[in-house]
Structures are given as structure tokens and as C-alpha cells.
């Protein structure tokens, strides 16, 4: 299984970015997919999650700015995030995980925003 995030990149605060994931690899649906976020110097924190059923978790920071789309049957989740802040700037990693135990981490990608 690989999971695979895009849709990182440069922002000026108050704007918008899409982040993408895709867990590929598996034959079964994953039962839940989120996104983390680790800024320089922080330990990773939760940023939004999905189970299959799509119920949602958001960190208190996002509440209001950040939407996570529910989990396709490609196992593909996507992070709207609106009204970028500085502190919003941190690489985000998606995580997928499965009923069986397996649990994957992409690579990550950068989220910058300018103030």
C-alpha cells in the first residue's frame, strides 16, 4: 500500500489550498483516512479525520476553516482549507488506515502560508 498526498504549496494568508491523498495498493476500502500537520520544532498533530462513515474530527484550529471530503471507494480523501493562517504552515501527512490493523503514512507535503 502506498498513500500519496499532493496539492501543498505557497499561500498568502486568507487564501485557499486542496490537498489531495491516495492510499493505492489494497483491495479493501479503507475504514478511515486523515490529515496531520508537523510544523519545525512541533510534534505532528491531528489536523481532520474520516472513518467510512463519515464521522468527522477536526483540531480546534480548524474548526470553521478546513473541510475533509469523505472517503471515495479509490480510497482518496481531500483537505479544503480556507482562510490559511501563518501557523497553518507545517508538513501535512495523510494517513489511511484499515479494519485489519494496517495502518500507512504518506511522505507529506508542504503547506507555506506568507503573512
Known amino acids: 500500500v502506498q498513500v500519496v498526498e499532493s496539492g501543498g504549496g505557497l499561500v498568502q494568508a486568507g487564501g485557499s489550498l486542496r490537498l489531495s491523498c491516495a492510499a493505492s495498493g489494497s483491495i479493501f476500502r479503507s475504514n478511515a483516512m486523515g490529515w496531520y500537520r508537523q510544523a519545525p520544532g512541533k510534534q505532528r498533530e491531528l489536523v481532520a479525520t474520516?472513518?467510512?462513515?463519515?464521522?468527522?474530527t477536526y483540531a480546534d484550529s480548524v474548526k470553521g476553516r478546513f473541510t475533509i471530503s469523505g472517503i471515495s471507494a479509490k480510497n482518496t480523501v481531500d483537505l479544503q482549507m480556507n482562510s490559511l493562517k501563518a501557523e497553518d504552515t507545517a508538513v501535512y501527512y495523510c494517513n489511511a488506515g484499515w479494519s485489519s490493523g494496517r495502518n500507512e503514512w504518506g511522505q507529506g507535503t508542504q503547506v507555506t502560508v506568507s503573512s
Open positions: 474520516i472513518t467510512v462513515g463519515g464521522i468527522t
